[in-house]
């Protein structure tokens, strides 16, 4: 049988993405095949579809990090065709034919079974973005911190992941200083539950102080380098920050300061290798008592063959919100 896909080939000319057929047997090997009706985009997959080799090593690829369908042929016992799944990280699009595609297929390692009150559109409003979000705020709050100890900050705010940190913060009763460099999206994060938006710029640039005065119980950094350098010397005592993401670049200039004098918390988060029980905990309470009923207002809708373009802006940092594929 065939199907369309997004698929990223290297040539003379350099890396070329186009929508071509391919068969099933092109599909690695795997427990469980997957009819995918739904993946998004991220900044990995961008990377991936650009030929970045240390995301993707061999080409032509599929990427698609994400995939959210239906069960289409199984050989485990735990997965039966028509059971409805969602596989997010691990290897899927990196070197693992990915969710860019009509078709998946998978260890059974890889999949969790969709929650009740929760569907596969709805989940891939999250994707790993959301997921990453949800991970950061877990290890924020197995950290002790509560709304009631101060303020805290979600950097990227306009990004995938921001977005999905920003309104979850507020929903848990939190007091979210959104930080980001669109000035122009001040009114939309407002919106999503920020009690004020702060331009990057005023983190940028060297670290100004080891130790500056305390303001942040707490946040979720998805940009790192110098802006989370100076979020860092501002924290209160026993203050927590996830780190989850790299685009301002991967160098940390700090000191141990706000390490032994404030006992801060700098908790790392790697969502693509996260243990599947967890995962399944997130996706368990993005269908409960995490779920953000504004999930779907910030997605845009495309299709694979409008996939390019919006790959293009998200490697230009043009993207706000999230976006989704759908089959």
């Known amino acids: 049988m065939n199907f369309k896909a997004f698929v990223t080939e290297e040539t003379k000319k350099g890396f070329v993405s186009n929508v071509i057929e391919r068969s099933l047997e092109d599909l690695p090997e795997g427990d469980v095949l997957i009819k995918v009706l739904f993946s998004s985009l991220n900044y990995k997959d961008a990377l991936s579809a650009s030929g970045n080799k240390g995301v993707s090593r061999n080409y032509p690829h599929s990427p698609g990090i994400d995939a959210a369908g239906i069960v289409e042929e199984s050989n485990s016992d735990e997965f039966l065709a028509g059971d409805e799944v969602i596989v997010t990280g691990y290897d899927l699009g990196m070197n693992t034919s990915g969710g ?16 009740d009150n929760f569907d596969l559109e709805e989940s891939m409003a999250y994707g790993t973005a959301g997921l990453t979000a949800g991970l950061c705020v877990r290890k924020i709050l197995f950290s002790g911190i509560k709304p009631k100890d101060g303020e805290v900050f979600v950097t990227g705010a306009t990004g995938g992941v921001g977005i999905v940190a920003v309104m979850l913060l507020a929903k848990l009763g939190f007091e979210v200083v959104a930080i980001t460099g669109k000035e122009t999206e001040a009114d939309l994060l407002l919106s999503l539950g920020a009690t004020e938006v702060v331009n990057r710029s005023e983190f940028e640039g060297d670290m100004k102080s080891p130790l500056a005065k305390p303001r942040w119980a707490g946040g979720v950094d998805a940009v790192g380098s ?102």
């Open 100 to 115: 860019f595609s009509e078709y998946i297929r998978v260890p059974k390692e890889w999949i969790v079974k969709k929650p």
């Open 226 to 327: 110098d802006i989370l350098s100076n979020l860092i010397t501002a924290t209160h005592q026993r203050a927590a920050i996830a780190c989850c993401g790299m685009v301002g670049g991967v160098n940390l200039n700090t000191s141990i300061f706000p390490f032994i004098l404030r006992g801060l918390s700098l908790l790392g988060i790697d969502s693509a290798e996260t243990l599947i029980d967890v995962k399944k905990e997130i996706w368990n309470n993005f269908a409960t008592d995490w779920k953000l009923e504004k999930i779907n207002d910030q997605i845009k809708d495309v299709g694979l063959e409008e996939l390019s373009f919006e790959i293009d802006k998200i490697l230009k940092g043009q993207q706000v919100g999230r976006v989704r594929l759908k089959n």
